[in-house]
């Protein structure tokens, strides 16, 4: 089994910044990607940001020049660093990993999310 989990959300004022945090724990193996989405009311889920082992990335459009993700490889850890938020980015931010790990005595692999954590921008 895999676990991630998520810190760092809450309420924050326009153009403030937040800091999400997401360790994985388990019988890891290792790591293909890891990421963040985030939903909205009434939406579905999208892609804010995802590292790939390698160290490249992706973001969303809306958030380019806005949202930093980075990993620590060795802690199994991604981080989603947010400046200049707006009340659009206002979600459950979910962390979403694509890991290979022992189960027993087999080796899996599957894309694993965590619980989900709340930010909330509004003045």
């Known amino acids: 089994q895999v676990q991630l989990v998520e810190s760092g959300g809450g309420l924050v004022q326009p153009g403030g910044s937040l800091r999400l945090s997401c360790a994985a724990s388990?019988?890891?193996?290792?790591?293909?990607?890891m990421g963040w989405y985030r939903q909205a009311p009434g939406m579905q889920r999208e892609l804010v940001a995802r590292?790939?082992?390698?160290?490249?990335?992706d973001y969303a459009d809306s958030v380019k020049g806005r949202f930093t993700i980075s990993g620590d490889s060795a802690k199994n850890t991604v981080y989603l660093q947010m400046d200049s938020l707006k009340p659009k980015d206002t979600a459950v931010y979910y962390c979403?990993?694509?890991?290979?790990?022992?189960?027993?005595?087999?080796?899996?692999?599957?894309?694993?999310w965590g619980q989900g954590t709340l930010v909330t921008v509004s003045s």
């Open positions: 388990g019988n890891i193996f290792s790591i293909n990607t």
């Open positions: 979403n990993a694509a890991v290979l790990f022992r189960d027993g005595g087999k080796m899996l692999y599957r894309e694993v």
């Open positions: 590292i790939r082992s390698g160290s490249s990335t």
